[in-house]
């Protein structure tokens, strides 16, 4: 949807066609950390991630006045609990020392800062996915973005060894530009499908027991290796998440969500006197190296922009840029090389 809102802004026809509704797969369920300081990045990716962190309050700033609906940008950072020998990938991030934690989180009675482990403050932000997908979705249909929803893409049709119109169950739309953004469903769509993979999360939310006015407890993102803690500025907190090759299952377990609730409330105890409520799973597209795949595919006019993996919130923005300035060919101005769609086919 970023990808549609971008190129119409561009003056391209822009159809979505989406298998069930847009806005309501990996998207809705993700976390919506724009964690580029992640020292597990790789580095491939991070000039991609900073560009898409330091795009992002003018892209809600935008959509939010587009659309009316909000994405709740929070920027107070993060608090990440690292190894001691990991190094956040960003600058301006800055250590913390146990006694510097409290005065900044002070729900943060328990930090986990055993077998050393050291804290961070990051400069990140998070948004809530599912207002900012709603935010473009209402900001897309706007600006005349056409949609058709409930409709599986089966086939990317072929003339003259050019891609020149998608088939679904129903119909055939022609068009000169097809970009699979089919998240990790992209591998059944023919003739050849991009080789993405589903990763189960599982997330958790919880919310103040009934009768609490307590202000929102916790400002910060709080990650620690066993669970990171996401807060909304409407009291909801997140938990994510877990990372399983599951294939295309999305039902959670009260296994994983007890212990994700246990693991923050380890940290944060008066987690533990929220309550749950409620739980999914999403599917995230993963891809043979864990890199998105961006670019034209050896199908002349066929593109992608899939595969990003645990970082598609973060990367939506400029995705969007570099793959409208990609299909009206302009210089992107990043090295694409390393997440070309013609990687696999070598
Ligand atoms: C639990 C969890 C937590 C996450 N946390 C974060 C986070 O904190 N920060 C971050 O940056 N990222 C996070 N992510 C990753 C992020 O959610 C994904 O990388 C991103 O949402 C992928 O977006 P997408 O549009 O490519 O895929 P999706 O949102 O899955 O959308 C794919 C769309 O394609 C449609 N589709 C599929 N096949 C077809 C077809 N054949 N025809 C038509 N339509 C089709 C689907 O219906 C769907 O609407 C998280 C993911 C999960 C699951």
Redesign the pocket.
């Known amino acids: 949807m970023s990808l549609g809102w971008r190129l119409r802004r561009e003056g391209l026809e822009v159809l979505i066609?989406?298998?069930?509704e847009?806005?309501?797969?990996?998207?809705h369920?993700?976390?919506?950390?724009i964690?580029h300081c992640d020292p597990h990045l790789p580095d491939v990716l991070r000039p991609l991630a900073f560009a898409g962190a330091a795009m992002y309050p003018e892209f809600v700033r935008e959509l939010q006045e587009e659309s009316g609906e909000s994405a709740d940008l929070r920027d107070r950072g993060a608090l990440a609990f690292l190894h001691e020998d990991e190094r956040p990938g960003c600058e301006r991030a800055r250590a913390i020392e146990s006694d510097g934690i409290q005065p900044l989180e002070p729900a943060l009675t328990r930090p986990p800062l055993e077998q050393g482990m050291r804290a961070w403050w990051l400069p990140e932000c998070s948004v809530d996915?599912r207002g900012l997908c709603l935010a473009l979705l209402k900001a897309a249909k706007r600006r005349g973005v056409d949609f058709v929803t409930g409709s599986?893409?089966l086939e990317v049709e072929i003339s003259a060894g050019r891609a020149v119109a998608v088939k679904t169950a129903h119909s055939s739309y022609s068009t000169g530009v097809v970009v699979s953004?089919?998240?990790?469903?992209a591998s059944?769509?023919q003739p050849f499908g991009l080789p993405t993979h589903p990763v189960k999360?599982q997330?958790v939310c919880i919310v103040p027991a009934p009768g609490s006015w307590e202000d929102l407890l916790v400002q910060h993102v709080i990650r620690t290796p066993e669970v990171y803690i996401i807060p909304r500025s409407d009291r909801r907190i997140l938990l994510?998440?877990t990372v399983e090759d599951g294939g295309f299952d999305k039902r959670t377990d009260a296994d994983t969500v007890e212990k994700l609730y246990q693991a923050a409330a380890a940290v944060v105890p008066k987690l533990g006197e929220m309550r749950i409520h409620d739980a999914w799973a999403?599917?995230?597209?993963g891809s043979p190296d864990k890199l998105p795949i961006l670019g034209e595919t050896a199908l002349p006019g066929y593109f992608a922009a899939?595969g990003?993996?645990?970082?598609?919130?973060?990367?939506a923005p400029i995705t969007a840029e570099i793959m409208t300035r990609v299909i009206t060919g302009e210089p992107a101005e990043f090295d694409l090389l390393p997440f070309s769609p013609l990687r696999f086919s070598q």
Request: charged content about 15%; some cysteine; aromatic content about 4%.
């Open positions: 066609i989406d298998k069930g847009p806005g309501r797969e990996a998207s369920a993700a976390g919506g950390m964690a996915p599986a893409v953004c089919a998240g990790a469903w059944q769509i999360g997330m994510g998440a999403g599917l995230r597209p899939t990003h993996y645990r970082d598609g919130i973060m990367l």
